[in-house]
């Protein structure tokens, strides 16, 4: 079974986390399938960058996003996209709004927090 995971990148005490299709019985930083983005807790607010095309074939596949990454989606919008996806929304359409989305998210990547 595949999940979509978070694997843990960086130094001692700087995490940051690639948003990863990999196989349910492989490590948490081993052997993965795909990257689908990223995620960087340490700014302000975090940095959420996605490929949400492939995010939604693994989904539709049947792949399963662990809790944690299931949080880092829901908080980018992702999962809402993926079920009108599923209702027959074009693919177009949720992708530009994604960009936009991630636009106003991401507003300064290199701002820390205190």
């Known amino acids: 079974m595949v999940r979509i ?5 960086g130094l001692k005490g700087q995490p ?4 990863v299709a ?3 019985e ?3 930083d081993g052997r993965f399938l795909e990257i689908l983005g990223y995620y960087n807790p340490r700014t ?18 049947g ?21 009108r ?11 530009a709004e994604a960009k936009e ?3 106003k998210r991401n507003v300064n990547a290199k701002t820390r927090r205190n």
Do not use: C, H, N
């Not at 940051?16 to 948003?19: G, N």
């Not at 662990?66 to 993926?82: D, H, I, K, P």
């Open 44 to 61: 302000e607010p975090a940095t959420i960058e996605l490929k949400e095309d492939r995010l939604y074939d693994w989904m539709s596949k």
């Open 26 to 28: 492989a490590p948490r």
């Open 63 to 83: 792949a399963q996003p662990t809790e944690s990454a299931e949080q880092v989606l829901r908080t980018a919008g992702a999962l809402e996209r993926y079920a």
């Open 5 to 9: 995971r978070l694997r843990r990148v």
């Open 16 to 19: 940051s986390y690639r948003i």
């Open 85 to 95: 996806f599923k209702a027959g929304e074009a693919l177009e359409t949720l992708l």
């Open 22 to 24: 990999a196989d349910k």
């Open 101 to 103: 989305a991630a636009a």
